[in-house]
């Protein structure tokens, strides 16, 4: 996991000389594999007979806490769960997160962004990208949409920040989150609103409705905070590519280092290639166990071996990606990145992520062409140890 030192945006080099699938060792005595490659992993993700049940996994990283990861996921944990309990809580989710449905938010996360654009522009420089935009930004849209009160943000945002922290124990914060939601969706049962917690109490009870809203919550804003926070970092250090986000036309075309097109599709064809070469989820997840023996790569896989799949590699095989090491927006094939998983699993909100990213990377650059960062790049602080990778600030001026 660890990154070469000047090198914060690329995989461990060890990785890219590993086969598609390689036996791999786990901290707690099992032995399962590592899944580099990508067609390995496609095959991982969309084979039933592989489960995603957690009490069935093996963590390939050292945690501090192991809790509750030999049990059955608690009702409404639906991400590590297979159908048909899967099927049901994803149901219930979908008919909200329609890409109709999620364009429809999209003059709400303008204003939003042009907000925090204002009061940066009103502070001066140099602020902290991560807390004056990157953070409250999808924080901000994922609370509107659930129903979660803003005022709260500072409480969830810290405790969402030691909950995905491998060093921490995680468990005083899942149960700090849990009582946080169950009390929430109680007040939303006598007093409904008009957002998701409150449309979906009539399907759902109170644990389950309190732990589906929090995998909802903290995927709705650790995630993309740090991609937007990694990706202007990212940016800031190839200039090259910045032109596109700036409305600027470096006239290189798609298969040079710049893109001349700047339209919506251009920008989110960008969006999607600075997922492709960051892949913040960095710390062996998504991760599936076999139900049976199943051959994948050429290799056997045997009834209850866990596989973990290491998505920084995998999103720059070569035999898939042309110079994977590169960062091209223009890249067609980025859009084939496992960023947002494959399979039943594929995440649900990737569509709003979509959204906040194209805005939010966008718009900055529009309203301060000459940001840059306030200290050497070598003295950005990166979250390492931590199961979202990306940056713990990120001090600009412009």
Avoid at 26 to 45: F, I, M, S
Avoid at 99 to 108: I, Q, S
Avoid at 181 to 202: A, F, H, N, Q, W
Avoid at 258 to 265: A, K, L, N, P, Y
Wanted: glycine share 8%; hydrophobic share 40%.
């Amino acid at each position: 996991m660890e990154r070469t030192p000047g090198c914060p945006f690329d995989p461990p080099p060890e990785l890219a000389k590993l086969p598609p699938m390689t036996r791999l060792d786990y901290p707690d005595g099992h032995t399962g594999w590592l899944a580099t490659g990508y067609e390995a992993a496609r095959a991982v993700l969309s084979d039933p007979r592989f489960s995603n049940r957690q009490e069935l996994k093996h963590s390939a990283v050292r945690m501090t806490s192991q809790f509750g990861q030999d049990q059955p996921a608690p009702p409404g944990m639906f991400v590590t769960t297979d159908p048909p309990v899967h099927t049901r809580y994803r149901r219930l989710l979908t008919g909200q997160f329609t890409v109709r449905r999620m364009r429809l938010l999209e003059p709400r996360v303008e204003q939003i962004t042009a907000d925090h654009l204002d009061a940066m522009a009103a502070a001066g420089p140099p602020v902290d990208l991560v807390r004056a935009y990157a953070l409250p930004i999808p924080s901000l849209v994922i609370c509107e949409l659930l129903g979660v009160p803003y005022e709260d943000h500072e409480f969830f945002q810290e405790q969402t920040a030691r909950l995905v922290a491998i060093d921490e124990e995680g468990v005083p914060e899942l149960a700090a989150l849990v009582g946080y939601l169950g009390e929430l969706v109680r007040r939303k049962r006598v007093e409904p609103g008009d957002d998701l917690i409150s449309g979906l109490t009539g399907d759902l009870d109170d644990e389950e409705l309190a732990n589906l809203a929090l995998i909802l919550l903290v995927a709705g804003h650790e995630t993309t905070a740090n991609m937007l926070a990694l990706g202007v970092f990212a940016l800031l250090e190839h200039p090259e590519q910045r032109a596109l986000f700036s409305g600027e036309s470096t006239g290189a075309g798609s298969a040079g280092a710049g893109v001349e097109d700047q339209s919506t599709d251009a920008v989110e064809g960008a969006v999607e290639e600075l997922m492709r070469w960051l892949s913040i989820l960095h710390a062996g997840a998504p991760t599936r166990v076999a139900l049976e023996d199943v051959e994948v790569a050429g290799e056997s896989v045997r009834k209850g071996e866990t596989v973990a799949l290491s998505l920084p590699a995998i999103n720059r095989d070569p035999s898939l990606f042309t110079d994977p090491a590169e960062l091209r927006l223009g890249r067609a094939e980025a859009r084939r990145h496992l960023g947002f998983g494959h399979g039943v699993h594929q995440c649900l909100g990737q569509q709003l992520a979509r959204i906040e990213m194209r805005i939010g990377y966008r718009r900055l650059f529009e309203r301060f062409p000459g940001l840059r960062l306030a200290v050497p790049a070598a003295e950005v602080p990166l979250k390492e140890r931590a199961a979202v990778y990306g940056v713990e600030s990120l001090p600009v001026t412009w």
